[in-house]
């Protein structure tokens, strides 16, 4: 299964891809924008991202609106520091299937991601 992670802080992307990379998930894409991540989504295609809102040139809450306008089955887990209930349920509402809050413990993203997946592993 492809995933694909943005997020504007390399620490925070690394750390990500590291924790998945070491349960197995196969890693084809890192953005840290919006429009980066758009284009490689178009390009890459992948099944599952991690994605950010507060970020620079384009947020996560317009990223996942035009990712759903590409693909409405893509899996996204929202992993942000801003824990705004309404951005959280505005970002759900827009087809994000979880949120985790930053920071995060390596289980719980594990954890996260495991849930995200489960009907279609």
Known sequence: ???MVVDDSMVIRE????ILKDE???IVGTAQNG???LEQFKALKPRVM????TMPLMDGIETIEKIMEIDSEVRILVVSALADKT???RAMH???YGFLCKP???IELVDAIEELIEDIV
């Open 1 to 3: 299964m492809k995933f």
């Open 94 to 96: 827009l087809g994000a």
């Open 50 to 53: 991690t994605l950010d809102i």
């Open 15 to 18: 750390k990500i891809e590291n």
């Open 87 to 89: 951005t959280l349920i």
């Open 104 to 106: 995060f413990r390596d």
């Open 24 to 26: 197995n998930f196969e």
């Open 35 to 37: 429009l980066e991540a």
